[in-house]
């Protein structure tokens, strides 16, 4: 129940003229609001703090009167409507729609302050979800490929391919120079050792980066520090003209075959790759 007591008297107010405050309960406050909105055609209007409801729109069956003299009104009555006999709230179907949050009309604004706080710590409460989320998956093709590779090694170390020695690498030159590139990956373990690099290597690394210098580069990540720069062979270009056909290192490697044989009678083939020689500008 609700107390329904005049707010103030203009002058002597007999007991049946009495003004009526509107109840705190929301569903039945909203009954109220609109009947005063229909009576009065203003459907913008809203009650204030002060605002109340004349007691003709009431019938005696909607109150009582207690022993000190105080009128109540009984649960749930609903205003009436002038020139109608039957009360509004009994033709109305009840409210099975419930008032949104984010636009109650009875916020105050301290509420709705923290309803817009609630929601952008909710949005952020998503986005973390969101990210803890894609980093699992990460993390989940992280171990499948680290279990893969662990595997391959296991297999590797099996057929002792990792341990054998330098010489089954059937390298030409200086083979246990090549390994100790190949071993010392870090550029700082490698300083104490020689920085030349052997003359087989720069042959392979010419031919791979002339072909693909996507293909150099993903080898250089393969083995970071047993390649040359990606520059180092654009300075070894400038030894050669770069013009297609036989060039002058050929020739000289010929002449050198032939002194090797000591004069003996040596028969030579020159051939030409089918691969587009192109001109690179360095």
């Not at 605002?51 to 609903?78: A, P």
């Not at 099996?158 to 030159?173: M, Q, S």
């Not at 032939?258 to 500008?281: D, W, Y």
Request: proline share 4%.
């Amino acid at each position: 129940m609700f107390s329904k007591r005049a707010q103030q008297a203009r002058g002597s107010r007999s007991d049946e003229d009495l003004e009526m405050r509107f109840p705190h309960d929301p569903n039945i406050q909203e009954k109220w609001i609109r009947i005063v909105q229909d009576d009065r055609r203003e459907w913008d209007w809203l009650p204030s703090h002060s605002s109340v409801v004349c007691s003709d729109h009431f019938s005696e069956s909607d109150r009582y009167k207690t022993e000190k003299g105080r009128y109540f009104l009984k649960k749930d009555v609903i205003p009436i409507i002038k020139g109608q006999d039957v009360q509004y709230g009994r033709s109305v179907s009840p409210i099975s729609v419930a008032v949104s949050d984010t636009n109650s009309i009875f916020d105050t604004p301290h509420m709705i302050y923290l309803k817009k706080k609630i929601r952008k710590m909710e949005l952020v409460k998503e986005k973390h979800v969101r990210t803890i989320k894609n980093l699992r998956k990460v993390n989940n093709r992280i171990k499948k490929k680290t279990t893969t590779l662990a595997k391959t090694l296991r297999i590797l170390n099996n057929k002792n391919a990792t341990d054998r020695d330098t010489t089954d690498l059937d390298l030409p030159g200086d083979g246990d120079e090549v390994h100790k590139k190949v071993i010392f990956k870090n550029k700082k373990d490698y300083m104490n050792t020689s920085s030349r690099y052997p003359t087989h290597l720069g042959k392979f690394a010419l031919n791979v980066n002339c072909n693909s210098s996507a293909s150099y580069k993903h080898l250089r990540k393969i083995v970071t520090a047993a390649s040359p720069n990606s520059n180092t062979p654009c300075i070894w270009y400038n030894d050669s003209d770069g013009n297609p056909g036989f060039t002058q290192e050929a020739f000289a490697a010929l002449l050198d075959k032939h002194r090797s044989v000591n004069g003996e009678r040596l028969t030579c083939g020159l051939i030409i790759s089918n691969m587009a020689l192109r001109q690179q500008k360095i």
